[in-house]
């Protein structure tokens, strides 16, 4: 079992930054997911156990970037350039093995935190 906590969500303005963190209970391969309300969750960023190798969704190349602590079994988001349509409530995954980008091959997860961008 491994347990993930995240953090940093909150209000911003569009155009703003902010970075979320997820603290996990054993080091493993993370990624980053995001639900907006009536929505599935979508595949945000991922990050290899090693830190050898990210993956990010297209639409959020270039504004987030995915990094780790791995002393402090740690990841984050940093998210610039923030845009109302990136409201949502963002999750921690965790999975063994190589980088993934559906929901369903990630059996751990944070409870969440929610950002939401005003225009």
């Known amino acids: 079992q491994v347990q993930l906590v995240e953090s940093g969500g909150g209000l911003v303005q569009a155009g703003g930054s902010l970075r979320l963190s997820c603290a996990a209970s054993k080091w493993i391969t993370m990624g980053w997911f995001r639900q907006a309300p009536g929505k599935e969750r979508d595949f945000v960023a991922a990050?290899?156990?090693?830190?050898?190798?990210?993956r990010y969704a297209d639409s959020m190349r270039g504004r987030f970037t995915i990094s780790s602590e791995n002393a402090k079994n740690t990841v984050y988001l940093q998210m610039n350039s923030l845009k109302p349509e990136d409201t949502a409530v963002y999750y921690c995954g965790a999975r063994y093995g190589n980088i993934a980008t559906s929901t369903s091959a990630y059996p751990y997860w944070g409870q969440g935190t929610q950002v939401t961008v005003s225009s």
């Open positions: 990050i290899h156990w090693s830190g050898d190798s990210t």
